[in-house]
């Protein structure tokens, strides 16, 4: 079957309206690229009750964890919990580190999680500390954790967002944080 070819010109006098009508025809059907809906539904319905379900639980948790926890407690495997969490720190960064230098999309994942975990690394860092060493971990976390975490989590932000725009498909009359999910 013969198809009628566009040339350049006609392309690029079409407007942004007419292309996205043009993209949207020429884009493969839903069923091959998206779950089967039925499938969708349900992992939308199981995440969600869980994320909700998880909200409501840990409510009466915190409240009873304010009352009941001491104020000092020694831990068992300090220095392994320490460590374990450093090493993922570190497989975070270089993920996001080898995804950027091969200017990988996925990039966005590791980077936001390594931007959560060295807010996490600060929080922790300055709550555990003794008396004297608060100010070390306080100025670490200010000098280095804290704006490390921000361009971390800012940068996956702004590479998500222009995803979003950046799309054929967008729809300029929608921010990027509203623009729903294609299923």
Same mark, same amino acid.
């Given at each position: 079957?013969?198809?009628?070819?566009?040339?350049?010109?006609?392309?690029?006098?079409?407007?942004?309206?007419?292309?996205?009508?043009?993209?949207?025809?020429?884009?493969?059907?839903?069923?091959?690229?998206?779950?089967?809906?039925?499938?969708?539904?349900?992992?939308?319905r199981v995440r969600l009750a869980l994320m909700v379900g998880g909200c409501l639980a840990?409510?009466?948790?915190?409240?009873?964890?304010?009352?009941?926890?001491?104020?000092?407690?020694?831990?068992?495997?300090?220095?392994?919990?320490?460590? @374990? $969490?450093?090493?993922?720190?570190?497989?975070?960064?270089?993920?996001?580190?080898?995804?950027?230098?091969?200017?990988?999309?996925?990039?966005?994942?590791?980077? $936001?999680?390594?931007?959560?975990?060295?807010?996490?690394?600060?929080? $922790?860092?300055?709550?555990?500390?003794?008396? @004297?060493?608060?100010?070390?971990?306080?100025?670490?976390?200010?000098?280095?954790?804290?704006?490390?975490?921000?361009?971390?989590?800012? @940068?996956?932000?702004?590479?998500?967002?222009?995803?979003?725009?950046?799309?054929?498909?967008?729809?300029?009359?929608?921010?990027?944080?509203?623009?729903?999910?294609?299923?």
């Amino acid at each position: 079957m013969a198809v009628p070819k566009l040339s350049d010109e006609e392309i690029t006098a079409m407007s942004d309206d007419e292309r996205r009508e043009l993209i949207r025809r020429l884009r493969l059907p839903p069923e091959r690229v998206l779950p089967r809906p039925e499938v969708v539904r349900v992992h939308r319905r199981v995440r969600l009750a869980l994320m909700v379900g998880g909200c409501l639980a840990l409510i009466p948790w915190i409240v009873y964890l304010g009352f009941s926890l001491p104020a000092e407690y020694h831990a068992r495997n300090w220095s392994l919990a320490w460590i @374990g $969490f450093d090493i993922a720190l570190v497989l975070m960064m270089a993920a996001t580190a080898y995804l950027g230098w091969k200017h990988r999309v996925v990039l966005l994942l590791p980077a $936001f999680g390594t931007g959560l975990l060295l807010l996490v690394d600060a929080w $922790f860092d300055i709550v555990t500390a003794e008396a @004297g060493d608060v100010w070390v971990s306080a100025g670490t976390a200010v000098i280095g954790e804290i704006p490390l975490a921000l361009l971390q989590i800012t @940068g996956a932000v702004m590479l998500l967002r222009f995803l979003i725009l950046a799309h054929p498909l967008n729809d300029p009359g929608v921010t990027p944080f509203r623009t729903r999910l294609p299923f």
